[in-house]
């Protein structure tokens, strides 16, 4: 027996045969030439994030409507866009009554209102308690928000209640009929 006989018999991991069989036997079973393989899973796997962004926000959506949030309005669209609690129908018919925007004017029911909407609507009143009511101001809301915003942060207030103070005065000045906010274009 040569020595070349012996490498080839006792080390196939060495031979180029050996390999291009291997990656014939990993090609047959994955598929890679018939399918795309790997991009068939990346494009199925988009389709999939992007159907389960659809259904998020058609929960979203529908939770408003069922909720009697005017959605067409101005007012609606920014309670839209910036709610961030449950999408339960009560806490945001509380949101949308003390904003004055649910569809036909019709209040939540105070029966209907659970410990966590009285909770809700207390911690935004603690943090709007210091601000400056819109309607006493002539300042744009968005500005008094932003100055509100940055007072309460630099004061040491997290950001996300920070925030809150924000989003509380454009909404209220947006409850109000305040055309600086409802008509953004």
Same mark, same amino acid.
């Given at each position: 027996?040569?020595?070349?006989d012996?490498?080839s018999?006792h080390a196939?991991?060495?031979?180029s045969d050996?390999v291009?069989q291997?990656?014939?036997?990993?090609e047959?079973?994955?598929?890679?030439d018939?399918s795309?393989?790997i991009?068939?899973?990346?494009?199925?796997?988009?389709?999939g994030?992007?159907a389960?962004?659809?259904?998020?926000?058609?929960?979203?959506?529908?939770?408003?409507?069922?909720?009697?949030?005017?959605t067409e309005?101005?007012a609606?669209?920014?309670?839209?866009k910036?709610?961030d609690?449950?999408?339960?129908t009560?806490?945001?018919?509380a949101e949308?009554s003390?904003?004055?925007?649910?569809?036909?004017?019709?209040?939540?029911s105070?029966? +209907? !209102?659970?410990? #966590?909407?009285?909770?809700g &609507?207390? @911690?935004?009143?603690?943090?709007?308690?210091?601000?400056i009511s819109?309607?006493v101001?002539?300042q744009n809301p968005?500005?008094?928000?932003?100055?509100?915003f940055?007072t309460a942060?630099?004061?040491?207030k997290p950001k996300d +209640? !920070?925030a809150? #103070?924000?989003v509380?005065? &454009?909404? @209220?000045?947006?409850?109000?009929?305040d055309?600086r906010?409802?008509d953004?274009?």
């Open positions: 027996m040569t020595t070349g012996a490498n018999s196939p991991h060495g031979s050996y291009r291997q990656r014939r036997g990993m047959d079973e994955f598929d890679v018939d795309g393989g991009k068939d899973l990346r494009d199925a796997a988009e389709r994030r992007k389960t962004q659809e259904l998020d926000n058609m929960k979203r959506e529908m939770a408003f409507l069922k909720a009697g949030v005017d309005s101005k609606g669209q920014l309670l839209y910036a709610y609690g449950e999408l339960e009560e806490l945001i018919q949308a003390e904003l004055g925007i649910l569809k036909g004017n019709a209040p939540a105070q029966q +209907e !209102s659970t410990t #966590r909407d009285v909770a &609507v207390q @911690e935004r009143e603690a943090l709007a308690g210091d601000s819109p309607e101001s002539t968005y500005d008094q928000g932003f100055q509100e940055k942060y630099d004061s040491g +209640e !920070s809150a #103070r924000f509380h005065t &454009v909404l @209220e000045a947006a409850g109000r009929g055309e906010v409802i953004r274009r």
